[in-house]
């Protein structure tokens, strides 16, 4: 069983970067697909960013296209989001995710197994 923990939120001025970490216990870490979603209090929790095992594909929802970049590293069981010119729309708990035997779209919250506790991340206009 996979266990994640999030680190690298807080707050940001509008335009501002930040690197978010989410770091993976187990030795299985290679064969599951990685997620990164957020949500907004009162809404559902959405799709941000994903990456295939292998680290060789990765997907990104619309709005941080170009903005947003997911990477891994299989060797310290460790996935990144670098978040770069952040907006307040941004602002939202962001959660890692890890999925395998489910994984399809690599979009969809049902598709992956593990889930963070989130972390804040909070953009100022």
């Known amino acids: 069983q996979a266990q994640l923990v999030e680190s690298g939120g807080g707050l940001v001025q509008a335009g501002g970067s930040l690197r978010l970490s989410c770091s993976a216990s187990?030795?299985?870490?290679?064969?599951?697909?990685m997620g990164w979603f957020r949500q907004v209090p009162g809404n559902e929790r959405e799709f941000v960013a994903a990456v295939r095992s292998s680290g060789g594909r990765t997907y990104a929802t619309d709005s941080v296209k170009g903005r947003f970049t997911i990477s891994r590293d299989n060797a310290n069981n460790t996935v990144y989001l670098q978040m770069n010119n952040l907006k307040p729309e941004d602002t939202a708990v962001y959660y890692c995710?890890?999925?395998?035997?489910?994984?399809?779209?690599?979009?969809?919250?049902?598709?992956?197994?593990?889930w963070g506790q989130g972390i804040q991340v909070t953009v100022s206009s």
């Open positions: 187990g030795r299985t870490f290679s064969t599951y697909a």
């Open positions: 995710a890890a999925g395998r035997s489910r994984i399809a779209t690599m979009t969809r919250i049902y598709e992956y197994d593990y």
